[in-house]
């Protein structure tokens, strides 16, 4: 595969507004992630990104695309580097765009480079202080940046209808409040489906996965799950939230 321009290749984007969303939501909804992923290949061959946490479900994604699919460049894939984020998922990062020969593509807030000039920026433990600030700093709005950036006309999602009951009716193909298509190849599978994935194709994945954590986001604000709790249970724990904000 080779680099690309999205302006280039314009004349070759699918018009969003034209898809029967209701219709492709009853064919794949509950394909195989490969299928709609293969679906994306053929319908959206540009301006489409995957945006990954790098959490087991995100590289089950990340392994579909890039080893099993034939896109015409490589799909960027855009992480969000919060600054607080653990140092093996770091390390994961730095070793699935060896493998993969990943486009990835890191967002941040801007003009802070630490987690010092984000405190001094900012406001120390400022996710104790205003969560939904934080959040809006160091998630969505580079999200949103990196989407504009990108061109982007579709994202994938490594979200499950399991995860969280705010996800329990989650289409398979949505649109966005800036009507990009939103796609959630997972939606209609399992956390054991994506382990037995991982296992069948020798992933990498991130090792906090054997310590408790099953669902990993940022240090100061992921604590390990008990057994038999939610598996996102680990997440902003006492606070209530169920979504940082990229996905409401």
């Not at 008990?226 to 724990?237: C, K, T, V």
Request: with cysteine; glycine share 4%.
């Amino acid at each position: 595969m080779t680099s690309y321009s999205p302006e280039a290749d314009a004349g070759q984007r699918v018009d969003i507004s034209k898809l029967d969303l209701e219709e492709l939501n009853r064919r794949f909804d509950t394909a195989h992630p490969s299928e709609v992923l293969a679906w994306c290949a053929e319908n959206i061959p540009y301006g489409l990104v995957q945006t990954s946490a790098f959490n087991i479900d995100d590289m089950v994604i990340t392994d579909i695309i890039y080893r099993q699919l034939n896109f015409p460049a490589p799909v960027p894939v855009i992480f969000l580097d919060t600054l607080y984020h653990f140092p093996q998922t770091l390390e994961l990062v730095a070793k699935a765009k060896e493998i993969y020969s990943l486009n990835l593509q890191t967002y941040k807030a801007p003009d802070v480079n630490s987690r010092e000039e984000f405190a001094a920026k900012y406001g120390e433990a400022l996710w104790d202080t205003d969560i939904a600030q934080f959040h809006q700093i160091t998630k969505i709005e580079p999200l949103q940046r990196g989407l504009d950036e990108l061109n982007t006309i579709a994202w994938i999602t490594g979200r499950r209808r399991d995860q969280a009951v705010t996800r329990a009716n989650m289409p398979v193909f949505e649109l966005d409040n800036q009507n990009r298509l939103k796609v959630n190849p997972l939606a209609a599978w399992t956390r054991q489906k994506s382990w037995e994935y991982a296992a069948e194709h020798q992933m990498i994945y991130n090792p906090l996965h054997d310590q408790g954590y099953p669902s990993i986001g940022d240090e100061p604000i992921t604590t390990p799950v008990a057994d038999g709790e939610d598996e996102r249970a680990g997440r902003w724990r006492g606070t209530g939230k169920t979504e940082c904000g990229i996905h409401i």
